[in-house]
Every structure is written in C-alpha cells, then in structure tokens.
C-alpha cells in the first residue's frame, strides 16, 4: 500500500486528483492537507511514501514549504504540483531537493507517470521543460539550506522585510510586539549568515520569495 499526501489548498483540486490517482493506481491510500501546518501535523503522524506539494497553498509561499519540509523530513520523497511552469522556478524547486514536478495541467495518465518514477528514485519533469533545467549553483544550495533553518515565523518576517517594512509595522501586521521582531530579525540575520536588511531582501529576492498577505 502506497501513502500520498496531497497537499493543496483548493479541495476541488484535491478531489480531481484524488480521482484521477484512485484510477490511474492500484493500492494507493491519500491523505490530504490545505496548508503548511497541517501538511507538517501528518507527516509527524503518517507514514508517508511521497508528498504532493503546492507551492502557493498558506504557509508554504513559493519555496519556503519545500525547504522547511525537506529539513524536516530530508528523506521524504517531494514532488512540486503547481500552475508555475518556468524553467528557472522549476530549476530553482529541483536543486532544493524535490524529486519532480507535476503542472496542475498534467493529464492522469502523465500523473500516474510521474509518480511512478518519482517512487522508483528518479527525478520526473514534464517534457516540455526537461531539457530547459539548469543546474543550481553550490550558492543557491547554501543560501536555500540556510533559509530551510528559519521557522515560520522567522519566514514571514523575512518577507515583510523584502515588502520594506519597518520593525513596528511587521509588528502590526503579525500582531506581536516590536521587541518580538526585532528578535526575529536577529535570528533571521545569525541564520542568513548575513547583518543587514538589505542582504535579507537579496536573498529573498533570490528565492522568489513572496510576501505573505497583509492584514487589513
């Protein structure tokens, strides 16, 4: 029996695909998830053969969710589902550590495919980029091993930073006190290895990074 966890925030979505696995696979069981902490609560319960993972469901913000899944779980199979189909993004996922990447446009047939392949240890990316993959640089590796250290929290703060917003208003929008930022960008600096603002936006820039949704 194979263990799929399908981590998506849109249930018809997750619905489609769960009925085009139950076709396309034998002996599978499917579990799902809408956000990045409840993709987080099954793992930590779950025997899970491979994580199907969106990466633009809450919490998760571009790569930051396949980082900090991968740091958790450095041997869990991870394959990237996502309407994003440029070649640098998916260059970007599979030097992370993912193990393939699905397009929400794939068919059945190329899903069961792909995870197929992914199971048996291989990288699986649709044709039409395959050949248009770049390698990541050992620098990328580093910078994304070292943003993978950061909590969620931590993340968000990042993101607000590379939004350029002030310590007070970072406080306003997360609901926590000045001093609680201004220790999380502390921490944010001795992990990033770096000491200013502008070096945290760089690298936030870098990771393609998006800021999550303000308060209003």
């Known amino acids: 029996m194979i263990t799929l966890l399908i981590a998506d925030d849109h249930p018809l979505y997750r619905d489609a695909l769960r009925g085009a696995l139950s076709v396309s696979l034998q002996d599978i069981r499917l579990l799902e998830a809408g956000d990045l ?3 987080i609560e099954i793992l930590e319960k779950e025997d899970v053969d491979l994580l199907l993972l969106d ?3 809450p ?3 571009d790569l930051f969710g396949l980082l900090h899944v991968l740091k958790l779980y450095s041997d869990l199979p991870v394959a990237v589902v996502s309407g994003t189909e440029d070649p640098m993004i998916i260059s970007k996922i599979v030097g992370c550590g993912a193990l393939g990447f699905i397009p ?3 068919g059945a047939n190329d899903i069961a495919k ?3 392949s992914i ?3 291989n990288v ?3 044709e039409s980029v395959s050949d248009k993959i770049e390698e990541v640089d050992e620098a990328f590796s580093k910078l994304a091993d070292n943003v993978a250290s950061l909590t969620p929290s931590q993340y968000k703060v990042l993101c607000y930073m ?3 917003l002030l310590n007070k208003q970072i406080g306003y929008n997360l609901d926590i006190a000045e001093a609680t930022v201004k220790a999380h960008v502390t921490a944010i600096f001795r992990k990033l290895g770096i000491n200013n603002r502008t070096q945290a936006v760089l690298i936030a820039s870098q990771l393609e990074l998006e800021p999550p949704i303000r308060n209003t």
């Open 124 to 126: 699986w990316l649709p």
């Open 114 to 116: 792909a995870i197929k």
């Open 37 to 39: 902490p409840s993709t």
């Open 119 to 121: 199971l048996d240890g």
């Open 104 to 106: 929400k446009t794939a």
């Open 55 to 57: 990466l633009h469901m």
């Open 162 to 164: 590379r939004d350029g």
């Open 59 to 61: 919490g998760s913000n």
